[in-house]
């Protein structure tokens, strides 16, 4: 049941992102993150992807980031690129942007 409602909780907030209703997509991607901290034992971290909270925190800066809530957006960033402290795959850098 956990799963479910997690993913559910966060296909809402991604549906309220999509069309710029900032206010119920923060909420929605807040109870996607303390849904998911609150099956925290075994049997659902085993079914559980932490994709879910992954995105939230960066789908959360984009949000504060299109507010104008610059420090809460990097706060979100960097929540999202702690999970790769340690990692040794390199990030990719963009290349040049092409005028079309």
């Known amino acids: 049941m956990g ?22 997509a923060e909420q929605e991607f807040r109870k996607t993150l303390m849904e998911s901290r609150t099956f925290s034992n075994s049997t659902f971290m085993r079914g559980q992807v932490p994709l879910f909270s992954l995105l939230c925190h960066s789908y ?24 790769f402290e340690g990692s040794r795959t390199k990030m990719p850098t963009p ?3 092409s005028s079309a």
Request: glycine share 8%.
């Open 60 to 83: 959360l800066g984009q949000l504060y980031e299109a507010t104008g809530k610059s420090q809460q957006a990097i706060d979100e960033y960097q929540s999202f690129l702690s999970h």
């Open 3 to 24: 799963v479910k409602r997690v993913g559910v909780l966060f296909s809402r907030a991604r549906a309220h992102l999509l069309v710029n209703d900032y206010a119920s």
């Open 95 to 97: 290349g040049p942007r």
